[in-house]
């Protein structure tokens, strides 16, 4: 895979649902990616998006260099049903020198395996069914992303009671622990907040910080 610019390069290997999906992401974001799978007709498609689709019967080590994804800066297994497949996969991965390996697991014993391998895991059904019970828990909730078992990002609509308030009166990372990331007003998104920022009506505010911190806000928000 030869590199055109200085920006992120990513592997993608296993173009089922949830690879062909994330591939697809990248490729409408700019980025250089380079994709594989064993079937034909998944990669065939993919070619629309990138000249770097090949199509890979075997994942062993020298396969997997021939390709020249170790030159990637991230790697992502997305191969998670077959578990053997998916481990060996990472590992040889790791040993080609591959910067950063995420991997998807099927259950929590597979991710246990896969995070002593040196990948970063992923559960992309669990952390939907996640993203999906916060917003159905409270009203405000538009949208909900596990970054790491710490850290996540919380979108919400304000509540009446934060509209004609500066982020300053609010307080919110002295009152919850939260930072606030960016603010969406009519579609247009600061990420350059100002402590003198008077919030309004609609307005989307992005939160970063703990679970914990995030749910402690959501309630605070439904019993004012």
Do not use: W
């Not at 995070?115 to 019970?133: H, S």
């Not at 009506?201 to 309630?219: H, N, T």
């Amino acid at each position: 895979m030869k590199r055109k610019h200085d920006s992120m390069s990513y592997g993608i290997v296993g173009l089922g649902r949830f690879g062909r999906a994330l591939a697809l992401e990248l490729a409408h974001a700019g980025a250089e990616i380079l994709v594989m799978d064993r079937e034909e007709e998944r990669v065939r498609e993919l070619r629309e998006v990138t000249e770097n689709a090949l199509v890979v019967r075997v994942l062993d080590k020298n396969t997997l260099s021939e390709t020249g994804i170790q030159n990637c800066d991230v790697a992502v297994v997305c191969i998670g049903e077959e578990m053997d497949t998916s481990m060996l996969t990472v590992l040889h991965l790791k040993e080609l020198g591959v910067k950063r390996v995420i991997a998807k697991a099927s259950s929590a014993e597979h991710g246990e395996i896969l995070e002593k391998l040196g990948a970063e895991v992923v559960y992309p059904e669990r952390d939907m069914a996640v993203r999906l019970a916060h917003r159905l828990e409270n009203a405000h909730v538009l949208d909900f992303v596990r970054l790491s078992e710490r850290l996540n990002i919380s979108k919400l609509l304000i509540p009446e009671h934060f509209v004609g308030k500066t982020v300053v009166e609010l307080d919110i990372r002295g009152r919850y622990g939260l930072n606030i990331v960016a603010i969406e007003n009519t579609g247009r998104v600061q990420d350059q907040v100002r402590p003198d920022y008077k919030f309004a009506p609609c307005d989307v505010v992005y939160l970063c910080g703990s679970k914990e911190s995030i749910a402690r806000m959501e309630d605070e928000m439904t019993t004012v």
